[in-house]
């Protein structure tokens, strides 16, 4: 009499090996920091995928992949014709159509900045970048294989439907117009009433919060002269506001409402409270006078790239705690050889203008000392007559960064 074989292992192995798919299955979850979400319909997988080179990263991370993400980033080189920082704004010609296409596929745009072309292929092929933004003769993307043959990408596809002569023309004529906007400095003494000691009507103020800042009072009042020539109403081309030329993202991080920044004492406590903060990355530098050098240049021109013009100093051989050392690398700063260094971390700087800025205030402070009484006060001036622009009312005084004296 033949036993009919239990049903007990074979539904055991059954068992196990529902154990082993739900395993391999439930590896998927939820991305880790980094990934992107996407799915291109043209390349269904199983693995959400994730731009980059490394473990997980997509072959196939495409438009869709970059919409879902909802950042595209762009790689290029610094320079005044492609990309770079100004007063904490991004600006340069690549950067601007990267920026406008990058609104018209409806994600926002993140810049790299590299050394080399050769770098940035690199990078591209790695998929550590989504599209090069250079004149090579165009935009270069990534392309994907299929059916062992490459084929271009459907980010390529919507550069080319997007970029046409008319829209470079167009964003080179937005930049035009920007730079043309220049506005005449209103020439206003030094000092309010030299024979009283009496530099300006904010004296009073420049006394209240110089502590903050941790500098001589007049300094700060030098400072500002040379931000707006003591106009509580000042706007810069690049959107600096009030007395002490506030970017407005910079007050509104300092506590500023967005209605009080040409207010002469919300303006000019802000500042310190920003001094305050930027003298912080020059501990370092131990001699008083060094450090507020350096701590303007970082004011005016931003504190990585005086941090850059420290670090190529250093590499000559040169004393990076010494203004008087560092300050030829801020104009250096300005020619390819030098903001093209692998080391150099910001790229491109108009470093004419934060060398005169220092240079200017030093002087004007050292005449302030010489001449303000320390209980001397002013009267407060009406402000500076302002002229339409964008059918805005913006003052006539011009600010430092659009004025660099004669020599």
Same mark, same amino acid.
């Given at each position: 009499?033949?036993?009919? %074989?239990?049903?007990?292992?074979?539904?055991?192995?059954?068992?196990?090996?529902?154990?082993?798919?739900?395993?391999?299955?439930?590896?998927?979850?939820?991305?880790?920091?980094?990934?992107?979400?996407?799915?291109?319909?043209?390349?269904?997988? +199983?693995?959400?995928?994730?731009?980059?080179?490394?473990?997980?990263?997509?072959?196939?991370?495409?438009?869709?992949?970059?919409?879902?993400?909802?950042?595209?980033?762009?790689?290029?080189?610094?320079?005044?014709?492609?990309?770079?920082?100004?007063?904490?704004?991004?600006?340069?010609?690549?950067?601007?159509?990267?920026?406008?296409?990058?609104? /018209?596929?409806?994600?926002?745009? #993140?810049?790299?900045?590299?050394?080399?072309?050769?770098?940035?292929?690199?990078?591209?092929?790695?998929?550590?970048?989504?599209?090069?933004?250079?004149?090579?003769?165009? $935009?270069?993307?990534?392309?994907?294989?299929?059916?062992?043959?490459?084929?271009?990408?459907?980010?390529?596809?919507?550069?080319?439907? $997007?970029?046409?002569?008319?829209?470079?023309?167009? =964003?080179?004529?937005?930049?035009?117009?920007?730079?043309?906007?220049?506005?005449?400095?209103? =020439?206003?003494?030094?000092?309010?009433?030299?024979?009283?000691?009496?530099?300006?009507?904010?004296?009073?103020?420049?006394?209240?919060?110089?502590?903050?800042? !941790?500098?001589?009072?007049?300094?700060?009042?030098?400072?500002?002269?040379?931000?707006?020539?003591?106009?509580?109403?000042?706007?810069?081309?690049?959107?600096?506001?009030?007395?002490?030329?506030?970017?407005?993202?910079?007050?509104?991080?300092?506590?500023? %409402?967005?209605?009080?920044?040409?207010?002469?004492?919300?303006?000019?406590?802000?500042?310190?409270?920003?001094?305050?903060?930027?003298? #912080?990355?020059?501990?370092?530098?131990?001699?008083?006078?060094?450090?507020?050098?350096?701590?303007?240049?970082?004011?005016?021109? !931003?504190?990585?790239?005086?941090?850059?013009?420290?670090?190529?100093?250093?590499?000559?051989?040169?004393?990076?705690?010494? $203004? #008087? +050392? =560092?300050?030829?690398?801020?104009?250096?700063? /300005?020619?390819?050889?030098?903001?093209?260094?692998?080391?150099?971390?910001?790229?491109?700087?108009?470093?004419? +203008?934060?060398?005169?800025? =220092?240079?200017?205030?030093?002087?004007? $402070?050292?005449?302030?000392?010489?001449?303000?009484?320390?209980?001397?006060?002013?009267?407060?001036?009406? %402000?500076?007559?302002?002229?339409?622009?964008?059918?805005?009312?913006? /003052? #006539?005084?011009?600010?430092?960064?659009?004025?660099? %004296?004669? +020599?």
């Amino acid at each position: 009499m033949k036993i009919a %074989p239990s049903p007990l292992p074979l539904l055991g192995s059954a068992f196990i090996i529902l154990l082993i798919l739900a395993a391999c299955t439930g590896k998927q979850g939820t991305p880790q920091k980094g990934e992107r979400k996407g799915g291109n319909p043209l390349f269904t997988k +199983e693995v959400l995928p994730q731009r980059g080179s490394g473990e997980g990263a997509s072959l196939y991370y495409d438009l869709h992949e970059i919409q879902s993400s909802g950042i595209i980033i762009a790689g290029t080189l610094s320079g005044p014709d492609t990309y770079y920082e100004y007063h904490g704004k991004e600006v340069g010609l690549q950067f601007e159509l990267a920026e406008a296409f990058a609104q /018209s596929i409806g994600v926002k745009l #993140q810049m790299e900045i590299s050394p080399d072309t050769a770098t940035l292929l690199k990078k591209l092929e790695q998929g550590d970048i989504d599209f090069i933004a250079l004149e090579m003769p165009t $935009w270069r993307t990534r392309k994907f294989p299929q059916n062992g043959e490459e084929r271009a990408s459907l980010l390529n596809e919507a550069i080319t439907d $997007w970029w046409s002569l008319d829209r470079v023309a167009q =964003v080179k004529a937005d930049i035009e117009r920007r730079s043309s906007y220049v506005v005449h400095r209103k =020439v206003r003494p030094l000092m309010q009433d030299a024979a009283h000691g009496i530099i300006s009507a904010y004296d009073d103020l420049f006394r209240r919060y110089s502590s903050t800042a !941790g500098w001589d009072w007049r300094l700060l009042a030098a400072q500002c002269y040379q931000e707006s020539g003591f106009d509580p109403g000042a706007v810069s081309s690049m959107g600096a506001q009030g007395l002490m030329q506030l970017m407005p993202a910079t007050a509104e991080a300092l506590g500023v %409402p967005k209605d009080k920044c040409f207010d002469p004492e919300q303006n000019i406590s802000a500042a310190a409270r920003y001094i305050k903060k930027v003298n #912080q990355y020059f501990t370092d530098i131990k001699d008083a006078e060094q450090r507020i050098q350096f701590t303007l240049a970082a004011y005016n021109g !931003g504190v990585g790239h005086v941090q850059d013009a420290q670090m190529l100093a250093r590499k000559a051989g040169r004393d990076h705690l010494c $203004w #008087q +050392e =560092v300050a030829p690398y801020i104009l250096l700063l /300005s020619e390819p050889r030098y903001y093209r260094d692998p080391d150099v971390r910001h790229g491109y700087m108009r470093g004419t +203008e934060t060398e005169a800025y =220092v240079r200017l205030i030093m002087e004007r $402070w050292e005449q302030y000392r010489g001449s303000a009484r320390s209980f001397a006060s002013g009267s407060v001036p009406a %402000p500076a007559k302002r002229s339409l622009q964008d059918g805005e009312y913006k /003052s #006539q005084v011009k600010p430092a960064e659009e004025w660099v %004296p004669e +020599e």
